[in-house]
């Protein structure tokens, strides 16, 4: 068993390049999660989504954007990377969307804006 | 605004008794979480509360007081491989987790 799987487990990006993380989990959770956690800052949420299909933003969506395909699969897009993207993002699932549920981390992609 | 307090660093020694404070200030609530992150890992859920008391659950028991906006995680009989982060999460009225910087845990022997 799996759980959450993340891809890569590290990058390094040029500013300005299109790069895509891939988030897979197996556990067949309704609810998946991007946060990014920065040295000092409690983890953000980028965007989530409740159930396939459906998609929403959080406390920092801005230059980045998801889709959820399928129940599986939640990928985050960063369309134009900047420097102040370099950190490290963490995917998330948990069985409920939009209620109490606890949520199961992957095991992250350190990402590096030069 | 939305907001979670937590001490940066705490330094215990192997075999003590520590607790971990944690204060949160939220739009609605819906219940308190703690996580314990290894440094380069992934956070791994600890324990959840909703109502005031103590939930004990082995060496670790969590604490809520709902009327302070307190938490506190406690941890006995301090192993070497407790040495990590501690977060604290807070759920708001939208369900979403509002997380705490964490509390850095340094074991000594």
């Known amino acids: 068993i799996a759980g959450i799987t993340q891809a890569p487990t590290s990058q390094i990006l040029a500013a300005g390049r299109r790069m895509t993380l891939r988030c897979t989990q197996d556990m067949r959770h309704n609810a998946m999660y991007w946060y990014r956690q920065d040295l000092g800052l409690g983890l953000r949420l980028i965007h989530y989504s409740n159930t396939a299909g459906t998609t929403g933003k959080g406390e920092v969506p801005d230059g980045y954007s998801v889709s959820r395909a399928n129940t599986d699969d939640f990928p985050l897009t960063l369309a134009s990377a900047v420097p102040s993207q370099t950190s490290v993002y963490f995917c998330?699932?948990?069985?409920?969307?939009?209620?109490?549920?606890?949520?199961?981390f992957g095991p992250g992609t350190r990402l590096t804006v030069l | 605004g939305q907001n979670i307090d937590q001490p940066t660093e705490m330094t215990a020694t192997e075999g003590a008794i520590v607790q971990i404070n944690c204060t949160y200030q939220t739009s609605g609530f819906n219940g308190l979480f703690w996580y314990q992150q290894h440094a380069g890992e992934a956070p791994t859920f600890l324990s959840y509360?909703?109502l005031d008391g103590l939930e004990e659950k082995g060496r670790f028991s969590s604490f809520l007081s709902r009327s302070k906006g307190y938490s506190y995680l406690l941890l006995k009989e301090l192993q070497m491989k407790d040495s990590a982060s501690y977060l604290c999460a807070a759920m708001d009225s939208n369900y979403q987790l509002i997380w705490g910087a964490g509390t850095k845990l340094i074991i000594k022997p």
């Open positions: 509360n909703v």
């Open positions: 998330a699932s948990s069985a409920a969307g939009g209620g109490l549920d606890t949520q199961y």
